[in-house]
C-alpha cells in the first residue's frame, strides 16, 4: 500500500488521503478517505499547509548537513505544479580537458585514456541496461500470458 501526497487529492470532494493497494500480481486498486461534509468551498481545517513539489535544498546543500523546513503551500486554489527543471550533471567529462598548442604528448594520452576509460565504462553501462531491458521484457510476456 502506497499513499499519495496531500497535492494531489481532491479537495472539493473533501478526500483528506488516498492509498493505493495492490491485489494480487496485476491488481492496484485506489482507496479513498473522504470526510463525509456536503461542502462547495475549500475546507481550510481539513487542509493545513502541506509540503509542495519544490525541494527546499538543493542536493549539494542536503550532503553538506545543512537543513531547513520544506517549502509549504496552501492547496486552496488546487495544487498548480511549476515548470519542470532540467538536470544538468555536474561532471567533468574527459572531452573537456583543456588541449592546447602547447600541450605534451603526455597530456594527448593523458586525454586519450581517460576518454577509453570513460567510453568504457558507458559501453558496461549499456549492456547492463540491455540486460535489464530484456529481463523486464521476458517478465511482461509472462505476465500477458497468465491473463
Same mark, same amino acid.
Given at each position: 500500500?502506497?499513499?499519495?501526497?496531500?497535492?494531489?487529492?481532491?479537495?472539493?470532494?473533501?478526500?483528506?488521503?488516498?492509498?493505493?493497494?495492490?491485489?494480487?500480481?496485476?491488481?492496484?486498486?485506489?482507496?479513498?478517505?473522504?470526510?463525509?461534509?456536503?461542502?462547495?468551498?475549500?475546507?481550510?481545517?481539513?487542509?493545513?499547509?502541506?509540503?509542495?513539489?519544490?525541494?527546499?535544498?538543493?542536493?549539494?546543500?542536503?550532503?553538506?548537513?545543512?537543513?531547513?523546513?520544506?517549502?509549504?503551500?496552501?492547496?486552496?486554489?488546487?495544487?498548480?505544479?511549476?515548470?519542470?527543471?532540467?538536470?544538468?550533471?555536474?561532471? %567533468?567529462?574527459?572531452?573537456? @580537458?583543456?588541449?592546447? /598548442?602547447?600541450?605534451? #604528448? =603526455?597530456?594527448?594520452? !593523458?586525454?586519450?585514456?581517460?576518454?577509453?576509460?570513460?567510453?568504457?565504462?558507458?559501453?558496461?553501462?549499456?549492456? %547492463?541496461?540491455?540486460?535489464? @531491458?530484456?529481463?523486464? /521484457?521476458?517478465?511482461? #510476456? =509472462?505476465?500477458?500470458? !497468465?491473463?
Amino acid at each position: 500500500m502506497a499513499f499519495m501526497p496531500k497535492r494531489a487529492l481532491s479537495v472539493l470532494d473533501c478526500e483528506i488521503a488516498r492509498a493505493y493497494r495492490v491485489c494480487g500480481n496485476s491488481l492496484v486498486e485506489p482507496v479513498s478517505f473522504r470526510v463525509p461534509r456536503k461542502a462547495e468551498s475549500f475546507q481550510s481545517d481539513l487542509y493545513p499547509s502541506t509540503p509542495g513539489a519544490e525541494a527546499a535544498l538543493s542536493a549539494e546543500e542536503y550532503f553538506s548537513g545543512k537543513t531547513v523546513d520544506p517549502i509549504l503551500i496552501s492547496l486552496e486554489d488546487g495544487f498548480q505544479s511549476g515548470p519542470k527543471k532540467e538536470f544538468t550533471a555536474q561532471v %567533468q567529462s574527459a572531452a573537456e @580537458i583543456p588541449l592546447t /598548442e602547447e600541450s605534451t #604528448e =603526455q597530456d594527448f594520452k !593523458k586525454a586519450f585514456e581517460s576518454l577509453r576509460a570513460e567510453n568504457e565504462q558507458l559501453n558496461s553501462t549499456i549492456s %547492463q541496461r540491455d540486460v535489464k @531491458i530484456r529481463q523486464l /521484457e521476458i517478465e511482461i #510476456e =509472462q505476465l500477458s500470458m !497468465k491473463r
